[in-house]
């Protein structure tokens, strides 16, 4: 017979060490390349100072972007296993479908191969072909490099509409990422019948990953019904934007993330998003549309550039599987803590250490103000194109210069350098390495030379491959 045998004495009830951990174990792992300064010094003058060019193995940490290049679940990939790949009735299609009305409340699914597809099939769907859109302004908070193009191709303009502070880098607010609602409210009563739909990006990129308080989504959605306007989201952040809304929003701080982020989508009329981000996958996109007209609509177009859309969209049923498991991963609150803190503990030793990054950091990366950051550079020297190469020479850090709204005190756009932290990649030992580069780098700056290069050439998102000469 066993007799209970009480290890710990029953008087200890509770444990006070925070579970400050990852929330998973790493099962597959991929050698880093460990190389030397003279090595990078090399290999950045064979590729001309452009690190898009640079073959992968030869960085250390890449931080050149978040999208895509996160690390998949057991669970997801034995999901790809069962993947139906039928072109019709498609079960991993249903399976993604079912996630989708779990999770966002919309069941009308066309799956892409990523974000910009979406926001393609969304813009032709409502707005039409290239130049129906004359005449016709699409508002939201800032509108992602892709999606701008892709209404300006229609002859529409974009405008942003970001609160107050959300452009300085220095103002320390919880919700950056907010929409001017007065401004809103203005431009649709002026412009009105020219607003085709409204967007909100979640978080909003194009200002350091800044959240939008589900306080400020309500408010759009008041407007949008006001003046008869469907609200569509930019939603490749939606989880990290939920796990902010929990930490910085009072009223907000005991539901789960499930609930906010159930809220978020109940507010909208559907959502183009990238799977690749808080999809938890490396490729993918969703376009969720809740009018069944514009559904159907966006179905028709749909089948003639990326596939018959009730079955696999632009994808292969094993990767509909990888984003139905990933949709759902990516709300496990463990994992937003862990990510979430991960990288306020780098914002808060880059400030400590005296550093200048945009505050506070958003979700899913760091972002350097290059200009202040190399003071002896004169803006005609690229500050963030050469901070970048001296990310990279210094310590095989691959960051990326990145286009944003941020500006000044002086009001100018700022020249910014983002590291983009990919999910569930990189562990705290990796991440204060490059905490320790950069703040090496800091004290040394005056070493920082100014980067040639014209830029010949600026496409879209980051494929702003920048031509250096
Ligand atoms: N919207 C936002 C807010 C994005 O950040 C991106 C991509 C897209 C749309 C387009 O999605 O790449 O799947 O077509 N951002 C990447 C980045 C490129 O590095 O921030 P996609």
Known sequence: MFMPIYLIDQAIRTMSIALDFEPYRINTVEPIRISTRQERRRWLQEVEFNLFRLPAERVMIDLITDSGTGAMSSAQWSAMMR???????????????????????????????????????????????????????????????????????????????????????????PFKGNVDLRQLEELLCERGEDVPFVMVTVTCNSNGGQPVSLENLRGVR???????????????????????????????????????????????DGAAMSARKDGLCNCGGLLLVRDEALYQKACGLCVLTQGFQASYGGVAGRDMEAMAVGVQEAMDESHLSCRVRGIARMEQRLIDAGVPVVRPAGGHAIYLDAE???????????????????????????????????????????????????????????????????????????????????????????EAALEIV
């Open 83 to 173: 993947g139906d790949e039928s072109y019709a009735g498609s079960a991993s299609y249903q399976r993604l479908k079912e996630v989708c009305n779990d999770a966002f409340g919309i069941g009308n699914v066309i799956p892409t191969h990523q974000g910009r597809v979406s926001e393609r099939l969304l813009v032709e769907t409502i707005i039409g072909a290239p130049h129906a859109g004359r005449g016709m302004i699409v508002p939201n908070n800032a509108h992602f490099d892709t999606t701008r193009r892709m209404i300006e191709q229609s002859g529409a303009q974009a405008v942003n509409v970001l609160c107050m502070g959300g452009e300085g880098a220095s103002v320390i607010a």
């Open 222 to 268: 008041k407007l949008c019904n006001r003046f008869g306007k469907m609200l569509f989201l930019d939603g490749c952040r939606f989880a990290e934007n939920a796990w902010l809304i929990k930490e910085r929003e009072a009223r907000e701080r005991d539901r789960g993330v499930r609930q906010i982020v159930r809220e978020m989508f109940d507010l909208s």
């Open 372 to 462: 202040e950051f190399c003071g002896h550079l004169t803006p005609g020297d690229h500050p963030a194109q050469s901070l970048v190469c001296a990310l990279y020479e210094h310590g095989g850090i691959r960051a990326s210069r990145i286009g944003s709204v941020l500006r000044n005190e002086r009001g100018q756009l700022l020249e910014l350098v983002r590291l983009a932290i990919p999910r569930r990649v990189y562990t705290p030992a990796h991440l204060d390495y490059v905490v320790e580069v950069i703040i090496e780098l800091r004290e040394r700056v005056s070493a920082i030379k100014p980067a040639k290069m014209q830029v010949v050439e600026v496409k879209c998102g980051l």
